[in-house]
């Protein structure tokens, strides 16, 4: 029997089709997107990456008043406590001299570790970080998945890493399998297992247990 997991991203990938993210230039604008979109929408990310725009670059960010950043950043709510999470961002980042490359060569573990330390980088966040900057093949679990599993008819664990390592011990280790299927649950949220769920004409239905209480 096909493994449960790999079910739910074929049927989702055979719905959806390759969602190709993150949508970020670089991998300097996802991580900077990626800390933007905690506790809001990416239509309020956008703004603020507009805003941004001009000064895009890793050493400019690095030197920017944190006052004046958080007026750019404005955008996406919470913005004086994202302009601090930027800034100690970028002090790891400069030890790195900005280089994702160098970043990517440190194993996982280590450095999964390392972006948790930071001030205001969650296991969330860093973990979107690892797959989408740093192409390591890691699950991220958030709001929309621990919905999707739990309405499926999936008892996973409440604890996140609990969670990531259920999903991660049955998939191969292949990084467009994580990249996509982020991507494919946050879709699959959107467009069915919304908060109300539209289930008649889900992909998923077929497997679903529709336990419908809110998680
Ligand atoms: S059938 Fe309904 S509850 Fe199940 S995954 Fe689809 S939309 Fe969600």
């Known amino acids: 029997m096909q493994p449960a997991y790999q079910l ?4 989702l990938f055979e719905h959806y ?3 190709s993210w993150w949508p970020a230039e ?6 900077i997107g990626s800390i933007l979109v905690q506790n809001t929408n990416w239509r309020n990310v956008d703004k603020a990456l507009i805003k941004l725009g001009p000064y895009f670059e890793p050493e400019i960010i690095d030197h920017f008043p ?7 950043i404005r955008s996406s709510g919470f913005y004086n406590i994202k302009a601090k999470r930027i800034k100690a961002f970028m002090e790891w980042f400069r030890q790195y001299d900005y280089d994702t490359k160098r970043i990517k060569a ?13 001030h205001g980088i969650g296991k969330e966040t860093a973990d979107v970080m690892l797959v989408y900057a740093f192409e390591k093949p890691i699950f991220v679990v958030d709001a929309y998945a621990r919905r999707i599993f739990y309405r499926l008819g999936y008892n996973m664990p409440t604890s996140y890493d609990g969670f990531r390592k259920l999903v991660e011990k049955e998939l191969p280790e292949e990084l467009t399998l994580y990249n996509e299927f982020h991507a494919l649950l946050v879709e699959h949220a959107k467009q069915f297992c919304r908060s109300k769920p539209i289930c008649k004409e889900c992909p998923l239905l077929d497997i679903c247990d529709q336990r419908l209480e809110l998680k």
């Open 17 to 19: 089709g390759p969602q």
């Open 106 to 118: 440190i194993n996982n573990t280590e450095l999964r570790k390392a972006l948790i330390n930071i």
């Open 66 to 72: 944190i006052e004046d950043l958080a007026q750019l």
């Open 26 to 31: 670089t991998p300097f604008e996802m991580m």
């Open 8 to 11: 739910i991203y074929d049927k």
